[in-house]
């Protein structure tokens, strides 16, 4: 186990954290969580644990604690995200050949609500850095607007035998084994000439058109996540549920209100259908169930972990470049004294992303799927020396390959009774536009138009 020590200094960052990160470094050693400008990014290792199987959120946690206890922490700043940080993503499925992993950074760059800071991390013995903040605050990427030229490929499942896939899982709802189930399927995406594909470039288009998700990247997994699996602050404890989807006509949507309700009548952007697609949206039975599944799941885990939860009676529509979701927001206040890593341990896996009652549908999915998830749908974010931190779920999201010249992109949705198989084929596609655009797959324009289904 080795001993860190950590240094914190406040210092002035304006514009982009991603332009500081170095063009050259392994992609798989870039950490981000960034949201609306604001966050962390982070490059190199100081240390890093992996874990796989059941056990592998305890392991996981028990490395961090005895890692933290020993740790040096010089923090002049002390606000959530400064001092020593680890960065986690976690495997959907504990029986996935894909590893889990926390990782410590060397260096980080954060801002929040107009402060910023610096951290340093030296291991054992090691000098510190001669590099000063300032020096490094003044280096930017030139290479950030750079694309690399890669191709999609047909994943696991073909988007043609993705209809009879759901088909099937409608049919096993309605012999009684579960009452929902999640299904996801991927696309494999190449670099054209065989090199490394780098991701700074992917991150900072997330980062831009996707500004009010988080945009992360841990080991290889990167993507923009609207789903808030757990934030612990303070004592509070906050999970943002979504479920239920609908895709957005066009650009000239009207732009979302904080609610659902007093919603506009008409859709002039999309005349086959009059009807506001949130408005739609709300009033969907199929939408509403799935979202009252996933709502009592994430209720039931943290109820005993919280005191005073509070649970919306109602969803809100939470509006992104490609889509409207069903959202409701849980608070409460913590008891149990547990880490933000335990939290999203308890939490996961919620009824957004695997269904209805959990161990069957669970194991639906590894019937049907005919893929290992990986990463994708686990838990994904960061903790800090006192336990606190931001954990989302890994959506809208692609995995690097181990040789880091191809990755893997997801895409899901929640299937019930009422589900249909053409329109989950669907849903899928708008959902895979996030990291279609990020990988210049598809040209920009206000909304842009996912490839036709293969």
């Not at 040096?72 to 029986?95: I, K, M, Q, T």
């Not at 000439?193 to 990167?222: C, K, N, Q």
């Not at 949206?281 to 939860?309: G, I």
């Not at 990755?407 to 895979?432: C, H, N, Q, Y």
């Amino acid at each position: 186990m080795p001993r860190l020590r950590v240094r914190s200094v406040a210092v002035d960052v304006t514009g982009d954290l991603l332009t500081r990160v170095p063009d050259e470094t392994d992609p798989r050693d870039v950490v981000t969580w960034l949201r609306d400008g604001d966050g962390m990014v982070g490059w190199g290792r100081a240390a890093v644990v992996t874990s796989r199987g059941p056990a592998r959120f305890e392991r996981a946690e028990k490395w961090w604690d005895a890692l933290r206890s020993t740790a040096s922490v010089e923090d002049e700043v002390r606000l959530p995200g400064s001092g020593l940080v680890a960065f986690g993503s976690f495997a959907f499925a504990p029986e996935s050949c894909d590893k889990s992993v926390l990782v410590v950074p060397r260096v980080l760059i954060g801002r929040r609500d107009g402060l910023a800071w610096v951290t340093h991390v030296a291991v054992d013995e090691e000098p510190w850095p001669t590099e000063h903040a300032s020096e490094l605050l003044a280096r930017t990427n030139p290479l950030l607007d750079q694309l690399d030229p890669v191709v999609e490929n047909v994943g696991s499942v073909s988007a043609a035998a993705w209809p009879e896939v759901i088909s099937r899982a409608i049919a096993r709802i309605n012999a009684g084994e579960v009452d929902k189930v999640v299904l996801a399927r991927d696309a494999q995406i190449q670099h054209r000439h065989g090199d490394v594909v780098r991701i700074a470039p992917v991150l900072e288009r997330l980062a831009g058109r996707y500004a009010a998700t988080w945009t992360f990247s841990v080991d290889g997994l990167l993507g923009a996540t609207p789903e808030m699996l757990v934030r612990l602050q303070g004592g509070r404890a906050r999970s943002r549920v979504l479920a239920g989807t609908i895709r957005r006509a066009g650009s000239g949507d009207h732009p979302a209100p904080a609610s659902g309700r007093d919603l506009p009548a008409g859709n002039a952007a999309d005349p086959e259908h009059p009807v506001d697609p949130r408005l739609r949206l709300m009033t969907s039975e199929k939408d509403l169930e799935e979202h009252a599944y996933a709502v009592r799941s994430v209720t039931e885990a943290l109820a005993p972990h919280c005191s005073d939860l509070h649970v919306p009676e109602a969803p809100y529509v939470l509006e992104l470049p490609d889509v409207y979701h069903l959202a409701s927001d849980i608070t409460g206040t913590m008891v149990s004294g547990a880490t933000s890593l335990r939290l999203a341990a308890a939490l996961h896996p919620s009824a957004a992303v695997c269904g209805t009652p959990t161990s069957a549908a669970a194991l639906i999915i590894s019937e049907l799927e005919g893929m290992d998830r990986g990463r994708y749908a686990g838990p994904v974010g960061w903790l800090d020396g006192s336990g606190d931190g931001d954990w989302g779920i890994a959506l809208r999201c692609g995995e690097l390959s181990p040789d880091r010249r191809s990755l893997r992109i997801f895409a899901g949705g929640g299937i019930v009774a009422a589900s249909d198989p053409a329109a989950e084929l669907a849903e899928t596609e708008v959902k895979l536009t996030a990291m279609r655009h990020a990988l210049g797959l598809i040209p920009e324009g206000p909304g842009g138009t996912p490839p036709k289904p293969r």
